[in-house]
């Protein structure tokens, strides 16, 4: 990879657990990432999929600067948007033009650059004008997803990070956002794209990472990476479910509390 515009090597990220008056306990951390190291070229995309609780989430807040890395190196070059929280800078009092003007400010945008790019904004987001002198806090939350989307498709960025928010609107919106993803990627924006949509990841992304409690454990071709992704799920359900009927342990244990033992 000639020229990458995200650099992730060997990145652990930690948080200490609370205990029972909020104190933080000693001791080792919970480690919610453990020795994670990728990296994305320019115009390229990287899919990250894994099990509710793998470090996906976690991955993209430590990309888009919202965590620091406890240990490990993580260079993210070039402008950054966000589609992890779409409502994130966005202020229920403010109309949704007054909400485009400030969030334009806050992802970085120049006051020249958000009246240039302004009617494309509004015209994407598929609100109609009167929304637009309304209070967010009168929007639908599809329609205040929609306006923070828009704004954040427009901003140029060369690194995108989404986060399961493709999916928002209807059809025809779904693929202007789509078609916008791609336009960006043909630009030469890097896109890591967290999803449990696996069409999507497989149609949209060059590589996919599968993360297993906050490790990596497999990178590679869309198709590969899917086709292990399931190979495990399949293993852990069935594991659990066995557990489930055979466990004996269990078994004892619910037989005592029944006792009242």
């Keep these: 990879m000639n020229d990458p515009a995200v650099v992730v090597d060997q990145l652990w990220e930690g948080f200490r657990r609370r205990g029972r008056y909020g104190w933080r306990r000693r001791g080792e951390p919970h480690w919610a990432l453990r020795d994670v190291t990728l ?19 976690t991955l993209l807040q430590v990309l ?11 260079d993210v070059r070039g402008r950054t948007a966000s589609l992890v929280d779409l409502s994130a800078g966005f202020h229920r009092d403010l109309t949704g033009h007054e909400n485009v003007l400030v969030g334009g400010v806050l992802l970085g945008l120049t006051r020249a650059e958000i009246r240039a790019r302004y009617d494309e904004v ?31 498709v427009h901003t140029d960025p060369e690194v995108l990070l989404v ?52 490790s990596l454990a497999h990178v590679g ?36 509390r029944r006792r009242g033992v």
């Design 39 to 57: 990296s994305v070229g320019r115009g390229r995309s990287l899919g990250v999929v894994g099990a509710n609780g793998s470090g996906k989430t």
């Design 64 to 74: 888009a600067g919202v965590l620091r890395p406890t240990r490990g190196q993580v």
């Design 122 to 152: 509004v015209d994407f987001s598929g609100l109609p004008a009167d929304a637009l002198d309304a209070p967010l806090s009168a929007y639908s939350a599809g329609m205040g997803l929609r306006l923070g989307f828009a704004l954040v």
């Design 163 to 214: 986060d399961e928010v493709l999916a928002v609107g209807d059809d025809s919106f779904r693929a202007r956002a789509l078609g916008r993803v791609d336009e960006l990627r043909r630009g030469g924006t890097a896109l890591v794209l967290v999803s449990h949509d696996l069409d999507l990841v497989r149609a949209r992304c060059d590589d996919v990472a599968v993360l297993e409690r906050g």
């Design 221 to 256: 071709r869309p198709d590969e990476a899917v086709a292990y992704y399931r190979s495990r799920q399949a293993v852990t359900d069935d594991g659990a479910a066995e557990r489930r009927v055979f466990d004996p342990s269990r078994r004892a244990a619910a037989a005592r």
